[in-house]
């Protein structure tokens, strides 16, 4: 490895930083660069939707650490504007440009924005970033009207968990029949229990018909023909990609990033995927192409995708994850793993325990607060679904020819 | 919240902060050698991990979903 060499790295949440820390883990010391937009350093990005805008934690408490020394360059606050794959550099806003011999690409994900919205009034927000837990925190703040969430996935869930653990009152609107319903019936029943026992009030199958908007009042009017005066409200319908700033680079940005097995860029040689944005085929299941956003797969996804960069091309392996992931509401783990979202049918393998199948196959499970089930059922999936055999070295044998290489073409 | 400094030369020191913990036991999957969850839904774990099971507990640091654990001294891998 040349020292004149560089990995830059786009997105400075937790993929860009597990990256960045696997990269030094496997002994890489050229120049490492780590872009990212947002103001701060890495940070826990769940707890936007619990303690950060509950008010228990502060920003600070929540900022993540590396376990070896990264030595990166931090350019915070700059956002990635283009990419040019064929020069190798990453445009950055006014006329700079930064070449990098290798590149990560871990911008996640941004908010979908619900049409018709009114997106510009200060008590309309979204949650992803902690700027946006404390947006939140100055509407409710401003009026003691009952806070308003549209979208009842995981994230509406545990919004509307943090705002009943506030003592305010919330709302949930969704389409679906019923809060998680992705997760089958057992688990949108439990939730609906939940909380409707600690006094959330639920309007499904229902959505917005107006935006009542004047200097005092603000408002929701259902087309379950419900009327609610809200002192803010969150959209959390689910997200898109932010690849906005890879037009014209020649990937494949239809649904985030589409990557290899192995987690390169689809055609390229020296870019890699990581996190909320990478779409790639997880051959443990089959060989479509799917993102995954949760955490832990942004933790694994970078630490794979940083070591089939060093690995290079030809020899790196595919990244063929167990998903898992875990939410919490008010003291209930909710825990998945494999991946529910294939499933055709659902059936009930244990109490609380929802099984996923798809043509006859467990593809994934649920657990309603059951931590020993779900570390039981997940070893189950594996031994269900083995991780197909690779003959390449295995990571720790990797080493950083890919990149020489690549410098020296 | 977690971090392993470098440079100490002191014994590797795991401690999981309780406030925090919310018994979820992905650190036992991370790191079967280190912590356990018992069927009385306590957490146990070892106070010092050895050097070999280094890379276990950071692992497990890295993946909890409370960012409970943390991990000083010793050095990485
Ligand atoms: C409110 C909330 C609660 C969640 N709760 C859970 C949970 O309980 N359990 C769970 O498993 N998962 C949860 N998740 C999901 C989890 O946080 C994500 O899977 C994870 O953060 C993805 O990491 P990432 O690094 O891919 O993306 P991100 O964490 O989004 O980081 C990407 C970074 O890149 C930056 N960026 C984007 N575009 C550019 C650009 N052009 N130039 C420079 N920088 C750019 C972004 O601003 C951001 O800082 C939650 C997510 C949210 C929003
Ligand atoms: S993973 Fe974290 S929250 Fe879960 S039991 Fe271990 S220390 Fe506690």
Redesign the interface.
């Known amino acids: 490895m040349s020292d004149g060499d560089r990995i830059v790295i786009v997105g400075a949440g937790v993929a860009g930083l597990?990256a960045a820390e696997r990269l030094r883990?496997l002994g890489f010391d050229g120049e490492l660069v780590i872009i990212g937009d947002e103001a701060r350093k890495p940070y826990?990005r769940?707890s936007v939707s619990k303690q950060l805008v509950m008010g228990t934690a502060r920003p600070s408490?929540?900022?993540?650490?590396?376990?070896?020394?990264l030595d990166a360059r931090w350019r915070l606050g700059t956002r990635a504007t283009h990419l040019d794959t064929a020069e190798r550099v990453v445009h950055l806003p006014g006329v700079e440009q930064l070449w990098y011999d290798g590149l990560v690409i871990a911008t996640g994900v941004v908010p979908r924005h619900l049409p018709g919205a009114m997106r510009h009034d200060p008590r309309v927000r979204v949650l992803r970033t902690v700027d946006d837990a404390l947006a939140v925190r100055r509407a409710l703040a401003a009026s003691t009207r009952p806070a308003v969430v549209i979208g009842t996935g995981l994230i509406g869930c545990e919004f509307a968990a943090s705002m009943r653990q506030l003592g305010r009152d919330v709302t949930l609107v969704g389409h679906a029949r019923a809060p998680l319903y992705r997760f089958g019936p057992a688990i949108a029943d439990s939730v609906s229990r939940l909380l409707a026992g600690h006094r959330a009030k639920l309007a499904m199958k229902s959505e917005i018909r107006h935006w009542i908007s004047t200097k005092e009042t603000f408002g929701l009017h259902l087309t379950n023909n419900q009327l609610v005066v809200a002192s803010c409200v969150v959209l959390a319908i689910g997200s898109v990609p932010a690849v906005d700033w890879l037009r014209g680079s020649g990937l494949d940005i239809s649904d985030g990033v589409l990557c290899e097995p192995t987690l390169f860029a689809e055609g390229a040689d020296d870019v890699v995927v990581a996190g909320d944005t990478a779409r790639w085929p997880n051959l443990r299941f089959d060989e479509v192409p799917r993102r995954v956003e949760h955490?832990?797969n942004a933790?694994e996804s970078a630490r794979a995708a940083a070591e089939s960069l060093l690995a290079g091309r030809a020899a790196a392996t595919p990244f063929t994850p167990l998903p898992?992931a875990?939410s919490?509401l008010y003291?209930v783990?909710l825990?998945m793993a494999g991946l529910p979202a294939l499933a055709e049918d659902t059936v009930q393998l244990d109490r609380d325990v929802t099984g996923f199948v798809r043509a006859g196959e467990l593809v994934g499970v649920c657990t309603w607060d059951r931590?020993?089930a779900?570390?039981r059922w997940?070893a189950e999936l594996e031994r269900r679904l083995p991780a197909p055999a690779t003959t390449p070295a295995p990571a720790h044998a990797a080493s950083t020819a890919g990149i020489t290489r690549l410098a020296t073409v | 919240m977690s971090r392993l400094r470098r440079k100490s030369r002191t014994r590797a020191r795991l401690s999981v902060d309780n406030e925090r913990c919310e018994l979820f036991g992905i650190c036992e999957w991370e790191a079967p050698a280190l912590f356990e969850l018992g069927r009385d839904g306590r957490l146990r774990y070892r106070r010092q991990p050895a050097a070999g099971e280094l890379t276990q507990a950071a692992a497990a640091a890295r993946c909890c979903p409370m960012q409970a654990i943390e991990l000083r001294g010793g050095d990485d891998e």
């Open positions: 597990r883990e826990h769940p408490d929540m900022t993540l650490h590396a376990y070896t020394d955490w832990l933790v898992r875990w919490s003291d783990r825990q931590p020993h779900m570390m997940t």
